[in-house]
């Protein structure tokens, strides 16, 4: 099989892409041939050695896909070759098998398109875990997106319009707030050209705002943090912009609101009932047609280093995905 792989630490360049053995499901694996794998920061991370995991090298990221059971290792119950099924592997999915635990499969419901499951988990799982568990999130309340063209942020403003919220898009130019506008958001700044906290304050009305979602860092927390309203949530998902901030807490105590951290890889492992319940939740959504990952990209699977450089770039609108010549070469289905 063809795999892409990180032989050394380093940018997307570094990576090459080699015919490899295909893996042998050992007892409670399960061995899939991947249909499509998401491209998320993470990934740009892992490679270069700098994410909280840091598998041995040679590996090959790729933290989500979605495919087909090929076969199964002893011990397994629930799953049979042809099933159709999420793979949330961490890492190995930039290829066209992925070896992974039994327990990291989610069945997909018939008539879900592959390239929306494969879009599901790490970014709609992350923000709907961050609005409904963390903030929960109330109809009515005022929802501030950052960085929110990305994948992330698409994934907030439509739950973020699903459960109720009035949606304020923030990001770097007019043509990601297009996007944002057309996934649902209520109103946009762009804080390339305008005052973050100056246009929050008047989109609020001088309230400010109820939940902000902050998937980006840097020099937008702090303006961000003094527009939060009283009682508001202030969600810490990551940090694109590279720098981990710093805020003075005195805000938060004036605000009288709360920094929530947002760890859905943590959450998953610690409460693997609730994951699964939100997991199914979001599921029923997907198929139902109440929520649509936006795809703004294909790339085959020998060009993922073109794919992760502009994720890493920051120059990603909506969700980029690779594809396998068996993703290509099957129908797709109505999602």
Not at 119 to 127: D, M, P
Request: aromatic content about 6%; proline content about 6%; charged content about 20%.
């Amino acid at each position: 099989m063809k795999a892409v792989l990180a032989k050394r630490h380093g940018p997307p360049e570094s990576l090459v892409l080699e015919e490899v053995a295909s893996p042998v499901p050992g007892p409670g694996q399960v061995l899939v041939s991947v249909h499509a794998s998401a491209v998320n920061f993470p990934d740009t991370l892992i490679i270069e050695n700098k994410y909280q995991f840091k598998p041995e090298l040679p590996f090959s990221p790729g933290g989500e896909v979605a495919g087909t059971v090929k076969q199964v290792g002893e011990g397994v119950k629930g799953h049979a070759p042809g099933d159709r099924v999420i793979a949330v592997c961490g890492w190995g999915g930039f290829a066209e098998e992925v070896l992974t635990d039994a327990s990291k499969l989610v069945r997909l419901p018939g008539g879900v398109d592959m390239e929306a499951a494969a879009a599901l988990v790490i970014t709609y799982g992350t923000s709907h875990y961050a609005l409904k568990d963390r903030a929960a999130i109330q109809p009515g309340e005022t929802l501030l997106v950052l960085g929110a063209a990305g994948g992330t942020g698409l994934s907030a403003i439509e739950l973020g319009k699903l459960m109720g919220a009035k949606v304020i898009a923030a990001a770097s130019t007019d043509e990601k707030l297009a996007l944002c506008k057309a996934l649902g958001a209520d109103e946009t700044i762009n804080y390339a050209t305008e005052d973050l906290r100056e246009r929050v304050k008047a989109l609020s009305g001088g309230r400010g705002v109820d939940v902000v979602y902050d998937p980006v860092g840097g020099s937008y927390t702090e303006p961000a943090l003094r527009s939060m309203a009283w009682k508001g949530r202030y969600l810490v998902i990551g940090f694109t912009a590279g720098e981990i901030p710093r805020p003075a807490l005195n805000l938060v105590l004036l605000k009288g609101c709360a920094i929530v951290g947002v760890f859905y890889g943590g959450f998953s492992q610690a409460e693997p009932r609730r994951y699964d319940s939100l997991m199914q939740e979001l599921l029923g959504w997907l198929q139902q047609g109440r929520i649509r990952p936006a795809i703004t990209a294909r790339y085959p699977l020998e060009r993922a280093a073109e794919a992760l450089r502009v994720v890493a770039d920051r120059r990603a609108t909506g969700k980029i995905m690779l594809t396998t010549e068996l993703g290509r070469a099957s129908p797709r289905q109505p999602g």
